[in-house]
């Protein structure tokens, strides 16, 4: 069986909770929908360092965390600094965003052996945080880690 978190699920949870926990601070949709851009281009980014590091470009489909959504190619603070940076909201608000993302995924994987996050891709539980099956829209394309080659001149060619 599988779950599925849809980002507008995710959106609403921010804002209920967000308002509860920081009343009086404005929270405006536009913020909150920038928390799961800066959560994505984390995911992103982690694939891409993946890839360069392990020199498999276009070869990764999913991404093993050391917990929740942090891995070892970027920690749970880079992931909060980006969210924080995406969304305008302070580093509190984006760490309780990012909780808010881990404890529905946690809650989903109790009842289901899959939570698919649109457009993410598919969550399983891992030995330590989430595993990430990677949709395609998530995975690197080698064309982009490739280099244009020079071509000889013709003045070098003789």
């Known amino acids: 069986m599988e779950s599925v978190i849809y980002p507008k699920q995710l959106i609403l949870e921010f804002c209920g909770r967000l308002n509860k926990r920081f009343p009086g601070e404005g929270i405006i949709y536009e913020e909150l929908d920038a928390v799961l851009t800066g ?11 993946r890839a360069e590091s392990e020199q498999e470009l276009g070869n990764i489909t999913e991404l093993p965390p050391t917990e929740g959504f942090a891995s070892k190619w970027m920690e749970r603070s880079e992931i909060i600094e980006r969210i924080g940076d995406t969304s305008g909201l302070d580093d509190k608000m984006a760490e309780a965003c990012l909780d808010i993302v881990e404890q529905m995924v946690e809650r989903s994987l109790a009842e289901a052996a899959t939570v698919a996050l649109p457009p993410m891709g598919r969550i399983t539980k891992g030995r ?6 990677l949709s395609e829209a998530f ?12 071509k000889a001149s013709a003045s070098a060619t003789g």
């Open 128 to 133: 330590v945080g989430f595993m990430i099956e």
């Open 39 to 49: 959560l994505y281009n984390s995911i992103r980014w982690s694939v891409l360092r």
């Open 139 to 150: 995975q690197p394309q080698a064309s982009i880690f490739q280099r244009p080659v020079a």
